[in-house]
């Protein structure tokens, strides 16, 4: 008997009518989509390798910041990545709450990258392995991070979030997961670090001494 290949599942199916607006748009295409590049290149800039992936990997302290800004409230419960849980002050009591942007090195605030290869949970508060900034073993020297300005046309716009780590320990690195961290002030007045968003890639990457990974994000919305 012949089977159709485009039943619902099968190769070549389209959405089911269920999953379209009256306006036949399909509601199960992201209208925020997160997606990730990943390039190594060697000390004299020559390419060595690169990964492009989709992103699915907010976690929940990214809605619950969300919730925070709309509701205009503190919020209990909101995991930092040493794995405490904390009260979050809304962003108008003070002024660093929701801040991703890190200008130097470092690992509390914007793009960091790991060695672990744990399964993304949405309730995921920090990397599975966080590579720490430095130039000793297994460490990465973490460049400060650069955000560029939103661009588009039509019904898409977005903005790019990049940062560079450069190798210098003496040894190659394996990078296996990536990541985004946000600070905001807790109820005891004390800025603590909070994981917006994680990705395990879909191979790893090695990154040889005095080499460098170039990791970018881009953020989308489409109506």
């Not at 809605?63 to 209990?76: E, G, M, R, T, V």
């Not at 605030?109 to 920090?126: E, K, R």
């Amino acid at each position: 008997m012949h089977r159709d290949s485009r039943r619902p599942g099968g190769p070549g199916a389209e959405p089911d009518r269920a999953a379209r607006e009256p306006n036949g748009r399909d509601i199960r295409q992201p209208i925020v989509r997160l997606s990730l590049k990943v390039v190594v290149c060697d000390k004299d800039g020559r390419r060595l390798s690169f990964r492009h992936q989709e992103s699915r990997s907010f976690v929940i302290a990214f809605l619950q910041h969300l919730y925070i800004a709309f509701n205009a409230s503190s919020l209990a419960g909101v995991v930092d990545t040493g794995g405490t849980s904390r009260t979050v002050y809304t962003p108008t009591a003070v002024a660093n709450s929701f801040l991703t942007m890190e200008a130097e090195s470092g690992t509390l605030l914007g793009l960091v990258v790991g060695t672990g290869s744990t399964a993304v949970a949405i309730t995921d508060s920090a990397l599975a392995a966080l590579i720490a900034d430095g130039a000793g073993a297994g460490q990465l020297s973490h460049g400060a991070q650069t955000v560029a300005s939103i661009g588009g046309s039509g019904a898409s716009r977005s903005f790019t979030v990049q940062r560079i780590f450069t190798n210098n320990s003496g040894a190659a690195i394996v990078v296996a997961e990536t990541g985004a961290h946000c600070q905001s002030w807790d109820t005891s007045a004390a800025a603590r670090t909070f994981l917006l968003w994680r990705d395990v890639l879909g191979s790893t990457v090695s990154v040889p001494n005095l080499s460098t990974i170039t990791v970018t994000y881009t953020v989308q919305i489409t109506v």
